[in-house]
């Protein structure tokens, strides 16, 4: 199916309460590009064991206290070496900022942690390791196969809603309840 059809740009995908992919299981994504050659999306729900004051030491990079106990996110399989940042679309531009949409820009450049290091990055953001990535139609399969739900994505659930309750709080957008679907597939 082309994309001229789809775009998801800028919007949440949903995995459906059937979805068993261990990687994509009860996950949120935000979707930053999307064409005929693919999508590429960050997971927002799924933190890791690291934290941001863990990452910037790693690196080398100065890591102020302000930045212990903040999550650092499982993105995706994709590449789970390298970093992400999602932040509001009007919280600056680094050397690898790539514009999403009106509420957020991701950004891949190290310039960003030095600034977050310094204390003059974005002060929200996702940090995320790794992405979700589909070949050209992929996702557009997944979605005939009623594997993920989408939406158009909102600031306050990405960078302000706790990270346990953004899934239900972006199907509630779409005035669905997760819990009351089934895991269960089939045909009536």
């Known amino acids: 199916m082309p994309t001229d059809s789809i775009n ?8 459906m309460p059937h979805m068993s992919d261990p990687y994509f299981a ?6 930053c590009s999307h064409d005929d050659d693919g999508a590429m999306g ?4 799924r933190s890791t064991p690291l934290d941001l004051h863990d990452l910037l ?7 102020p206290e302000s930045t212990r106990l903040e999550p650092v996110y499982f993105g995706g399989p994709v590449q789970p070496e390298r970093g992400f940042i999602l932040h509001p679309a009007d919280s600056g531009r680094w050397t690898g900022t790539l514009d999403v949409d009106n509420i957020a820009c991701m950004t891949s450049s190290v310039d960003i942690l030095q600034a977050i290091a310094n204390n003059e990055g974005p002060t929200q953001k996702v940090v995320a390791l790794g992405y ?18 989408s ?12 990270v346990e309750e953004r899934l239900n709080a972006a199907a509630a957008l779409l005035g669905i309840n997760l819990d009351l679907l089934s895991a269960d597939t089939g045909h009536a």
């Open 57 to 63: 030491a790693h690196l080398q990079l100065p890591h």
């Open 151 to 162: 939406c158009p994505a909102n600031s306050d659930i990405m960078f302000r809603t706790p």
């Open 132 to 149: 979700a990535g589909w070949g050209g139609g992929q996702l557009e399969q997944e979605m005939s196969e009623n594997a993920w739900l």
């Open 26 to 31: 009860h996950s949120l994504i935000y979707v």
């Open 42 to 45: 960050l997971i927002i729900n």
């Open 8 to 15: 998801l740009k800028g919007h949440f995908l949903i995995s």
